[in-house]
């Protein structure tokens, strides 16, 4: 059987246990990890390895491959358009009069941009909402990246019937497919554009489909207040009211959550996706991670669109969580570096609903991992092996992505995509739209 055998490493598994192995060794057969161990304890030469690939890791580190929980990738098109805005009128006064205007065709190439931006940055898994979600999937297919997908619906606009009935056709068109590394759900924007008449429709959806709700939630201060002006309740109430939780559901952002809320999500077991760097941008506020943690919430990590942050880069999102939330608090331990790896990485995935595959390196689950170079000044001395990846390391430390058992990105090489093409690509279609 083919496969890949990396020697040499640090592993850095992120299981229950938080193990890290020195100088070992992560064995791939086909697209799943067959074993951990001990430099050596595979042989090469034996008859079961005589296709595996081997790579030598000395003075790097194995990881599982990062999950991005929230993100808009065709948005990587936006990049630098419309900054420095509060997040109603960046929405209602650039970013939706641009989007109106986007084909099939821009989205395709502004998602291939972040797939190329994600791989390189060691992101192996991303969580999507937005439309034309047709080539956004085409675009998860052959770059070979994994990716939660779904049609993001508006009901406060013209059109709300026609964008469920295509979220409906996409989830039951692509869930499972690319070998399964595509998962779909059905995508709310928010209980403000989304109001619950139309969120019954939603639900009504993903149960049919058998699968989950992604909703941005609680984003921003004057969001929680209209809803407590209109229906009583903040939007965790509503939707916890109207049963929207007793679906698999992941949150983005929550960032403005009462002491009952946070009860709430720990009971439903919802999935959030933290988002520091968009919502400092956008002046959104500074969620209760440390809260929702010690609530045994599952929270991951999310970069949002590359309009609102700008970039695609969870390396960076693991040190912003990390500090903010020392700083915000008061407290140096509020958010460590061992829980902010964990949400780029198990929490992420148990988030998404897939940490029975993904998110630690473990037999038995799907070779999604990144190997990321050591040896440099910047992660000399390296005293802590997780201190160094969470507050010195950068994108471009990331050498190898491997998804699904497949090299992706061998030395900073894509082995899926034309680099220069993508750029070029999504370059002249972003002109396009700007004008």
Known sequence: MSGILIRGATIVTMNSRDEVIRDGEVLV???TIAGIGPKGRWSQGSQELEDVEVIEAHGKAVLPGLVNTHCHAAMALFRGYADDMPLQDWLAHKIWPLERRLSAQDVYWGSLL???EMIKGGITTFADMYFFMDEVARAVEESGIRASLSRGL???IPGAGRSLREAKEFCAGWHGKANGRITTMVGPHAPYTCPPSFLEK???AARELKVGIHIHLSETRGEVE?????HGKSPVRLLDEIGLFEFPVLAAHCVHLSDEDLEVLAEKKVGVAHN???NLKLAS???PISKMLVKGVKVGLGTDGAASNNNLDLIE???LSALIHKGFSGDPTACTAKAALGMATRGGAEALGLGGEIGTIEEGKRADLIIVDLDKPHLHPQHDIISNLVYSARADDVLTTIIDGKIVMKDRALVTLDEKEVMEGADKRAKRVVG
Request: proline residues 4%; aromatic residues 0%.
């Open 226 to 230: 209209k809803s407590l002006e209109e």
């Open 29 to 31: 057969l086909g697209n």
């Open 285 to 287: 506020g500074v969620a």
């Open 154 to 156: 508006i009901a406060t």
């Open 202 to 204: 939603v639900m009504d």
């Open 317 to 319: 999102e693991m040190r």
């Open 114 to 116: 972040a797939c190329v």
């Open 276 to 278: 520091p760097g968009s």
